[in-house]
T-cell receptor, first 115, second 114 residues
Framework: AQKITQTQPGMFVQEKEAVTLDCTYD???????LFWYKQPSSGEMIFLIY??????QNATEGRYSLNFQKARKSANLVISASQLGDSAMYFC????????????FGQGTELSVKP | DADVTQTPRNRITKTGKRIMLECSQT?????MYWYRQDPGLGLRLIYY???????NKGEISDGYSVSRQAQAKFSLSLESAIPNQTALYFC?????????????FGQGTRLTVV
């Protein structure tokens, strides 16, 4: 069975510093995709970044990068130069090719950025 | 206008009542999903649909039913609401295809069952 685990219920970071949000996944499939979504206090789900299982380079999108370690089955999100607006809930998710497009989510990590 | 629209945005209902949450999309996606979000549990999949004639149960479908009235519309029903169905509900859509297809979410429906 596929599973996503986020072990950090809450994290604090000082403004302008970098922070890493952990995500580990479990699947026996070779073809899968990993996603990170941000959920601010207003509730909407905002797509941040994607990493494919066959991608050799770590994905980057502006201040967001994904530290993909396939052998460890980890897909950690790195936010550089944190801003107050980064305070939100962050979800890691996985889609497996042979599972019909289901997107499976982790429990989430609540990030608070301190001024 | 939002690409994925959920109605209502907020709803308070009584135990035992039937309630329907509606989702419509203008993205032209064939796949639609219903999730519920509970604190500490993330988003859990209730039902998903690949097209109008293809509906599948997710991990927590008990107590829920769905209807895919058209490619653009996917409704979630609680036949007899109970308090532990109090949650934030999300509809999402995606294109068919591989594992790299992004999901697009509605703004959520906050449901309270009293």
């Amino acid at each position: 069975a596929q599973k996503i685990t986020q072990t950090q219920p809450g994290m604090f970071v000082q403004e302008k510093e970098a922070v890493t949000l952990d995500c580990t996944y479990d699947t026996s499939d070779q073809s899968y995709g990993l996603f990170w979504y941000k959920q601010p206090s207003s509730g909407e789900m905002i797509f941040l970044i994607y990493q494919g299982s066959y991608d050799e380079q770590n994905a980057t999108e502006g201040r967001y990068s994904l530290n993909f370690q396939k052998a460890r089955k980890s897909a950690n999100l790195v936010i550089s130069a944190s801003q107050l607006g980064d305070s939100a809930m962050y979800f890691c998710a996985m889609r497996v090719r042979n599972q019909g497009g289901k997107l499976i989510f982790g429990q989430g990590t609540e990030l608070s950025v301190k001024p | 206008d939002a690409d994925v629209t959920q109605t209502p945005r907020n709803r308070i209902t009584k135990t035992g009542k039937r309630i329907m949450l509606e989702c419509s999309q203008t993205k032209g996606h064939d796949r639609m999903y219903w999730y519920r979000q509970d604190p500490g549990l993330g988003l859990r999949l209730i039902y998903y649909s690949f097209d109008v004639k293809d509906i599948n149960k997710g991990e927590i479908s008990d107590g829920y039913s769905v209807s895919r009235q058209a490619q653009a519309k996917f409704s979630l029903s609680l036949e007899s609401a109970i308090p532990n169905q109090t949650a934030l509900y999300f509809c999402a859509t995606s294109l068919s295809g591989g594992e790299n297809t992004e999901a697009f979410f509605g703004q959520g429906t906050r449901l309270t069952v009293v």
